[in-house]
């Protein structure tokens, strides 16, 4: 008897569990575009300073970035290197935002890896 109860439990609760998920309500779907925050109005002005520092002693950072250039002159490195990480990685952030390179977004992050590593590691071999 005790048997007989509880498969009709189980019936109950697999029939309910069935039963209730027809019931939710779907969240409504987000616009990807409308979820994006934009950044600061300091955010700019801190990457304008980066963009002063950087000058432009690295012509060859577009190429370099992309891939279609694998030598980095020694101005080009320690002009990276002297802005700092945090500015390379701001500068990197705009960079990616623009329609140009936009296409090349996962090779500019594999390869801007590549270039700080390279450009770090050959500043402290020269100093």
């Known amino acids: 008897m005790a048997s007989i109860q509880m498969m009709i439990v189980c019936i109950v609760v697999v ?8 019931f ?6 987000r616009n990807p575009v409308e979820s994006v925050v934009a950044p600061p109005p300091a955010f700019f002005d801190y990457v304008e300073t980066c963009a002063e520092k950087f000058g432009t ?3 060859e950072i577009g190429d370099l970035l992309t891939g279609k250039n694998n030598i980095v002159s020694e101005d080009c490195c320690s002009a990276i290197v002297n802005i700092g990480k ?8 705009v960079l990616l ?4 390179f ?12 590549w270039l700080w590593n390279y450009c770090a590691n050959r500043s402290t071999k020269t100093a």
């Open 15 to 22: 029939s309910a569990l069935m039963i209730v998920p027809s």
């Open 24 to 29: 939710s309500v779907e969240a409504p779907l």
């Open 57 to 59: 002693k690295c012509p």
């Open 86 to 93: 945090q500015c390379h990685d701001a500068l990197l952030t």
């Open 97 to 100: 935002q623009m329609d140009n």
């Open 102 to 113: 936009k296409q090349f977004s996962s090779i500019i992050s594999q390869r801007d890896a």
